[in-house]
Nanobody, 114 residues
Framework: QVQLVESGGGLVQAGGSLRLSCAAS????????MAWYRQAQGKQREFIAG??????TRYGDSVRGRFTISRDLANRVFLQMNSLQLEDTAVYYC?????????WGQGTQVNVSS
């Protein structure tokens, strides 16, 4: 069973940057979309950014202009996070939509300190 593994989380000061990565443990064909979500403690999971095969991207209102989603030919997806704010503290998850359903990663913690 293919799994997604996120990396790049950690502790950063407000105003700083982090780059998250997500890769599949095996080959996945026919990916329909890739996306990043986050879930802060006590809150619902929130859509952050998504990208489809033609490169079209979409962003949540809370991160538009600060975060950038990208992908490479190896079907890895990245999230460049700039101008991080305290409110960006959360567990960040990647999700692939495949022909047989959604695949979620286990998440990577991002903590933004003042």
């Amino acid at each position: 069973q293919v799994q997604l593994v996120e990396s790049g989380g950690g502790l950063v000061q407000a105003g700083g940057s982090l780059r998250l990565s997500c890769a599949a443990s095996g080959r996945i064909s026919g990916i329909k979309s890739m996306a990043w979500y986050r879930q802060a403690q006590g809150k619902q999971r929130e859509f952050i950014a998504g990208i489809i095969p033609n490169g079209t991207t979409r962003y949540g209102d809370s991160v538009r202009g600060r975060f950038t989603i990208s992908r490479d030919l190896a079907n890895r997806v990245f999230l460049q996070m700039n101008s991080l704010q305290l409110e960006d503290t959360a567990v960040y998850y990647c999700k692939f939509v495949s022909p047989w359903g959604d695949i979620w990663g286990q998440g990577t913690q991002v903590n933004v300190s003042s």
